[in-house]
């Protein structure tokens, strides 16, 4: 089992003939990904490694009929367009690629999302993976570069960076752990689904028995995490690691990503790594710790 | 400068064909190909650039086209 | 990337939103003269960007137009937190009444805006919200649906205010809501609104942040505020060495090799991507290191730009050594890094055994880049010595 993707999920690539995304198709194609077609306005007809082509989401939706996915990588003054027309094509699952979208946009697709009953994971982001089972979106790179970093098994990741999903998850596989479903979230200040939003699917999913997180100042996305746990009383342990600990000195200054910024207490991590850890979660110093601290959390449960 | 990781070198031949120039200089996505009157010129600023895709191998004839890696040697 | 008072005032006067009159000045003569236009009692505000100006002494008032043109030249020469006044802002003094708050910014988690309002505006509003909850009311709308100033006058009544004083509040922040939406604001904020005696409303201070990805959208407004494409209105201003960094970034469109950041310490680093710098600079100073610099390479960056980042991080005084390195990599590709930072040293002059303490990038072409690495002599690691550890050598190479 997996949260989000397994390996019949059918979807499509907007935007396919991009640059970043042809390389993507390739990718998640050898990793068995079922991609029934991909868009880009005025490109029909063509296809990308055997992809067909289409100018708009409904006709894809009227040869292959529903779709649940979307990996949308599309420039960013064409992204909110491009997710709103996979929300209105019934695509419940849309997966953002495209970095520096403004937030006003991305709350709009987020809102319109939460309408239709659909979820947003990204924008900047590198997608979903279920080891073994399939993935959506860049994560892990070509395919063996994926098996070499990423195994089947127990833990579920969750992180905003992108290019940490993949340390993390070599390091747990490293160790002799494997993942369930790794999600990168985004960087972005607002972004579709938090940590706390995946949780109740995780917690749902009986091959999850416990999760790692890669966190990072700026936001509120820790401190919801932390009280989603307290009050759900959840059965899985979860340890975190909380990078750019230097930032807490350098208030006002954006490193990294573009939801990055210490602009208030909160937002600290100092204050982050206290609220976590007063929830119960584990916070790892460095990534070499997580194999240990999850093993350890895990034996407290049995 | 030449390169200081790669070198390409294209048989004297094959050069001077503008078909294959004009092939070469689509294909290779570093630029590292330029299709003058005179057939294949190499841009040395581009060689390090080289992303080892072979797309210039596989558009010249057999041979035509040798990338080196002078890492190797 | 914020405004300064009088761009926010310029931009909410297109607005029509009440301000008093009022001008910048950039001597002592134009104080004077402003003093005399605007005939009375004025107030004098340094330009800056960071907070906490009235606590320096960069706020004055002044009854005479000799006053004025005294308090200008005392005003300019004061630094507010580490930042130079760019002028000097004079308005007229208000008769104030009452003083309201009034702020719109994004909510990650409800992911809208929300707009947040209080009859007690002047101070800090945190403490307000902490001393007197019941005079502070914080209200979320959809950034989709058509905007309605009943949401003003629901927000401006849950402050408890009514009567007249409700009236006159909701269109001034119905107004604000739109200006937030309509120029991609992360925040719009006016603090004071302040009620004269004659019931009258007006600004008094304004702040407004634009997010930096939304500048394009923005450009004509930017030109008219005179807001320059080069200036980023961080924390601080970019030094030289971060300019040059953002021009290195610029020398094509493949992949990232930039977001340099400047520090004091003797020890290069050559970095990415997002989340791995983050990582990989807490981990150089946990081992007691001094980083030179902040940076991030990914999105596999061509050579050219890897190798003009190395020389340039090369070129800062007193760096002795470099760090090259990532999380494990997929897109961005280790040979090609491994070229770009060894070009960087021999232009630079310097020997790339000697010069790269350690090279830490796992992933993508990894066999070819460490061939490369063997060639000339560097030392280097795989993924089974951790980001931290990785530091940690580079660091015990330098001391």
């Given at each position: 089992?997996?949260?989000?993707?397994?390996?019949?999920?059918?979807?499509?690539?907007?935007?396919?003939t991009g640059r970043e995304a042809v390389n993507l198709t390739?990718?998640?194609?050898?990793?068995?990904?079922?991609?029934?077609?991909?868009?880009?306005?005025?490109?029909?007809?063509?296809?990308?490694?055997?992809?067909?082509?289409?100018?708009?989401?409904?006709?894809?939706?009227?040869k292959e009929g529903s779709l649940d996915g979307s990996v949308?990588?599309?420039?960013?003054?064409?992204?909110?367009?491009?997710?709103?027309?996979?929300?209105?094509?019934?695509?419940?699952?849309?997966?953002?690629?495209?970095?520096?979208?403004?937030?006003?946009?991305?709350?709009?697709?987020?809102?319109?999302?939460?309408?239709?009953?659909?979820?947003?994971?990204?924008?900047?982001?590198?997608?979903?993976?279920?080891?073994?089972?399939?993935?959506?979106?860049?994560?892990?790179?070509?395919?063996?570069?994926?098996?070499?970093?990423?195994?089947?098994?127990?833990?579920?990741?969750?992180?905003?960076?992108?290019?940490?999903?993949?340390?993390?998850?070599?390091?747990?596989?490293?160790?002799?752990?494997?993942?369930?479903?790794?999600?990168?979230?985004?960087?972005?200040?607002?972004?579709?689904?938090?940590?706390?939003?995946?949780?109740?699917?995780?917690?749902?999913?009986?091959?999850?028995?416990?999760?790692?997180?890669?966190?990072?100042?700026?936001?509120?996305?820790?401190?919801?995490?932390?009280?989603?746990?307290?009050?759900?009383?959840?059965?899985?342990?979860?340890?975190?690691?909380?990078?750019?600990?230097?930032?807490?000195?350098?208030?006002?200054?954006?490193?990294?990503?573009?939801?990055?910024?210490?602009?208030?207490?909160?937002?600290?991590?100092?204050?982050?790594?206290?609220?976590?850890?007063?929830?119960?979660?584990?916070?790892?110093?460095?990534?070499?710790?997580?194999?240990?601290?999850?093993?350890?959390?895990?034996?407290?449960?049995? | 400068?030449?390169?200081?990781?790669?070198?390409?070198?294209?048989?004297?031949?094959?050069?001077?064909?503008?078909?294959?120039?004009?092939k070469l200089e689509e294909v290779c996505p570093v630029g590292?190909?330029?299709?003058?009157?005179?057939?294949?010129?190499?841009?040395?600023?581009?060689?390090?650039?080289?992303?080892?895709?072979?797309?210039?191998?596989?558009?010249?004839?057999?041979?035509?086209?040798?990338?080196?890696?002078?890492?190797?040697? | 990337?914020?405004?300064?008072?009088?761009?926010?005032?310029?931009?909410?006067?297109?607005?029509?939103?009440?301000?008093?009159?009022?001008?910048?000045?950039?001597?002592?003569?134009?104080?004077?003269?402003?003093?005399?236009?605007?005939?009375?009692?004025?107030?004098?505000?340094?330009?800056?960007?960071?907070?906490?100006?009235?606590?320096?002494?960069?706020?004055?008032?002044?009854?005479?137009?000799?006053?004025?043109?005294?308090?200008?030249?005392?005003?300019?020469?004061?630094?507010?937190?580490?930042?130079?006044?760019?002028?000097?802002?004079?308005?007229?003094?208000?008769?104030?009444?009452?003083?309201?708050?009034?702020?719109?910014?994004?909510?990650?988690?409800?992911?809208?805006?929300?707009?947040?309002?209080?009859?007690?505006?002047?101070?800090?509003?945190?403490?307000?919200?902490?001393?007197?909850?019941?005079?502070?009311?914080?209200?979320?709308?959809?950034?989709?649906?058509?905007?309605?100033?009943?949401?003003?006058?629901?927000?401006?009544?849950?402050?408890?205010?009514?009567?007249?004083?409700?009236?006159?509040?909701?269109?001034?922040?119905?107004?604000?809501?739109?200006?937030?939406?309509?120029?991609?604001?992360?925040?719009?904020?006016?603090?004071?609104?302040?009620?004269?005696?004659?019931?009258?409303?007006?600004?008094?201070?304004?702040?407004?942040?634009?997010?930096?990805?939304?500048?394009?959208?923005?450009?004509?407004?930017?030109?008219?505020?005179?807001?320059?494409?080069?200036?980023?209105?961080?924390?601080?201003?970019?030094?030289?060495?971060?300019?040059?960094?953002?021009?290195?970034?610029?020398?094509?469109?493949?992949?990232?090799?930039?977001?340099?950041?400047?520090?004091?310490?003797?020890?290069?680093?050559?970095?990415?991507?997002?989340?791995?710098?983050?990582?990989?600079?807490?981990?150089?100073?946990?081992?007691?290191?001094?980083?030179?610099?902040?940076?991030?390479?990914?999105?596999?960056?061509?050579?050219?730009?890897?190798?003009?980042?190395?020389?340039?991080?090369?070129?800062?005084?007193?760096?002795?050594?470099?760090?090259?390195?990532?999380?494990?990599?997929?897109?961005?590709?280790?040979?090609?890094?491994?070229?770009?930072?060894?070009?960087?040293?021999?232009?630079?002059?310097?020997?790339?055994?000697?010069?790269?303490?350690?090279?830490?990038?796992?992933?993508?072409?990894?066999?070819?880049?460490?061939?490369?690495?063997?060639?000339?002599?560097?030392?280097?690691?795989?993924?089974?010595?951790?980001?931290?550890?990785?530091?940690?050598?580079?660091?015990?190479?330098?001391?």
């Open positions: 089992m997996s949260i989000l993707i397994s390996k019949d999920t059918k979807f499509i690539i907007q935007g396919i390739r990718e998640n194609l050898d990793y068995g990904a079922r991609i029934v077609g991909g868009v880009t306005p005025g490109r029909a007809g063509r296809d990308v490694y055997g992809v067909p082509v289409y100018d708009c989401v409904r006709d894809v939706v009227r949308v990588s599309v420039p960013p003054k064409f992204t909110r367009d491009a997710v709103f027309e996979a929300l209105e094509n019934r695509i419940r699952l849309v997966v953002v690629v495209t970095e520096n979208v403004p937030r006003r946009e991305v709350a709009q697709m987020v809102e319109l999302a939460t309408l239709r009953g659909a979820r947003i994971i990204g924008p900047n982001c590198l997608g979903i993976i279920s080891p073994d089972e399939a993935k959506m979106g860049g994560v892990g790179g070509p395919a063996a570069n994926t098996r070499q970093a990423y195994t089947k098994g127990n833990i579920g990741v969750m992180s905003r960076s992108g290019g940490m999903t993949t340390e993390i998850a070599s390091t747990l596989t490293a160790a002799g752990l494997g993942q369930s479903t790794c999600v990168s979230i985004g960087g972005d200040a607002i972004v579709g689904t938090s940590y706390a939003e995946l949780m109740p699917l995780f917690e749902a999913d009986p091959e999850t028995r416990a999760i790692a997180i890669y966190s990072e100042p700026g936001g509120r996305m820790e401190a919801e995490l932390a009280e989603w746990i307290q009050a759900n009383n959840s059965r899985l342990p979860v340890v975190a690691f909380m990078a750019g600990r230097f930032m807490d000195e350098m208030k006002g200054m954006r490193f990294g990503h573009a939801g990055t910024i210490v602009e208030g207490k909160e937002d600290t991590t100092a204050e982050k790594i206290k609220r976590m850890e007063q929830a119960g979660i584990s916070v790892a110093e460095r990534i070499e710790e997580i194999p240990r601290l999850l093993e350890k959390r895990l034996a407290e449960v049995k | 400068m030449p390169g200081l990781f790669i070198d390409v070198k294209v048989d004297p031949e094959v050069a001077k064909d503008a078909g294959i120039a004009a590292i190909f330029v299709a003058a009157a005179s057939g294949v010129e190499i841009d040395e600023q581009n060689l390090d650039e080289c992303v080892l895709c072979d797309l210039c191998i596989e558009a010249a004839p057999k041979n035509g086209v040798r990338v080196i890696k002078l890492y190797e040697s | 990337m914020r405004f300064y008072e009088y761009e926010s005032k310029a931009l909410f006067r297109r607005h029509r939103l009440p301000l008093g009159p009022g001008q910048r000045v950039n001597s002592a003569a134009e104080a004077r003269q402003a003093f005399g236009e605007i005939g009375g009692p004025v107030v004098l505000k340094s330009q800056v960007l960071s907070g906490g100006r009235m606590k320096a002494g960069a706020v004055k008032f002044a009854e005479s137009a000799d006053e004025a043109a005294e308090h200008f030249q005392s005003i300019m020469p004061i630094v507010v937190q580490g930042e130079s006044a760019r002028s000097v802002l004079v308005e007229r003094k208000s008769a104030v009444a009452q003083e309201y708050f009034v702020a719109i910014t994004w909510d990650g988690r409800a992911k809208k805006p929300v707009l947040v309002f209080s009859d007690m505006g002047g101070i800090d509003i945190e403490e307000v919200a902490e001393t007197h909850p019941e005079h502070v009311s914080k209200t979320h709308f959809s950034s989709i649906l058509p905007l309605s100033p009943r949401i003003a006058k629901e927000a401006v009544g849950a402050a408890g205010v009514t009567g007249a004083a409700l009236n006159r509040l909701t269109p001034i922040v119905f107004e604000l809501m739109k200006i937030f939406l309509a120029y991609d604001l992360t925040l719009a904020e006016i603090n004071p609104l302040a009620r004269l005696e004659d019931g009258s409303f007006v600004v008094l201070d304004g702040h407004v942040d634009m997010e930096a990805e939304a500048r394009g959208n923005h450009k004509k407004l930017l030109e008219e505020l005179g807001i320059g494409e080069d200036e980023t209105r961080q924390a601080r201003p970019p030094t030289d060495f971060e300019l040059a960094g953002a021009r290195v970034n610029a020398v094509d469109h493949r992949g990232v090799a930039g977001n340099v950041v400047e520090f004091d310490g003797n020890l290069g680093l050559v970095i990415g991507a997002g989340g791995g710098s983050l990582t990989l600079f807490d981990a150089v100073r946990q081992h007691g290191g001094r980083p030179a610099n902040y940076c991030e390479i990914g999105g596999n960056p061509s050579v050219k730009k890897a190798e003009a980042l190395t020389q340039l991080i090369l070129s800062k005084p007193g760096v002795e050594k470099l760090a090259v390195m990532m999380n494990v990599v997929s897109n961005t590709r280790v040979d090609i890094v491994a070229r770009g930072v060894i070009k960087g040293c021999i232009a630079a002059g310097r020997d790339p055994a000697e010069t790269i303490a350690i090279f830490r990038i796992p992933g993508s072409w990894e066999d070819e880049g460490f061939k490369i690495l063997r060639k000339y002599g560097v030392e280097y690691c795989d993924r089974s010595v951790s980001m931290h550890d990785a530091a940690g050598r580079a660091v015990a190479k330098i001391s």
